[in-house]
């Protein structure tokens, strides 16, 4: 089935590295999981709300304007029948989407559930790369963080 990004979304990609953008256009051709954009651009203070709430881990995030201009990060919703889904099974497909997508406009892409690695070079599934995450986290004694909705430019 192919999916089509909503007006809304395409809002929401407005100040995000027209290279990321790029990507989210063509990762939803390529996804069997339908999705939208929630987060492109934050401000400071939302992020700052976000980071106080423990649902960002990092005053830093690359949501803000960088130094180039633009944001350099995507949250994206997937949606099951039109309803917002948050089985981390939609967002293992969403991000071997965005992989494909990444590879072709050629970015390196970080995937929140997989801090760990760049998804776009590992030959790994996304879903083996989160697991992977997880079990490095538990060896070191500390919480993983999964954002599955969130990818990033890896700069």
């Given at each position: 089935m192919a999916f089509k990004l909503s007006q809304r979304s395409f809002q929401r990609l407005v100040g995000v590295h027209p290279q990321l953008v790029e990507t989210v256009k063509k990762a939803i051709e390529y996804t069997d999981v339908d999705f939208g954009v929630i987060f492109g651009v934050r401000d400071l203070a939302t992020q700052e709300r976000l980071y106080k709430s423990g649902k960002s881990q990092t005053?830093?995030?690359?949501?803000?304007?960088?130094?180039?201009?633009?944001?350099?990060?995507?949250?994206?919703?997937?949606?099951?029948?039109?309803?917002?889904?948050?089985?981390?099974?939609?967002?293992?497909?969403?991000?071997?989407?965005?992989?494909?997508?990444?590879?072709?406009?050629g970015i390196e892409l970080i995937w929140g559930a997989a801090w760990h690695k760049m998804l776009t070079v590992s030959p790994d599934t996304?879903?083996?790369?989160?697991?992977?995450?997880?079990?490095?986290?538990?060896?070191?004694?500390?919480?993983?963080?999964?954002?599955?909705?969130?990818f990033q430019l890896a700069t």
């Open positions: 005053m830093k995030s690359k949501h803000l304007i960088q130094d180039d201009g633009y944001a350099h990060a995507v949250d994206l919703m997937a949606y099951d029948n039109g309803e917002p889904s948050w089985d981390i099974v939609d967002y293992d497909n969403i991000a071997d989407a965005m992989r494909k997508a990444a590879q072709e406009v996304a879903e083996n790369l989160m697991n992977e995450y997880i079990d490095l986290r538990r060896s070191e004694g500390r919480r993983p963080f999964i954002d599955g909705p969130h």
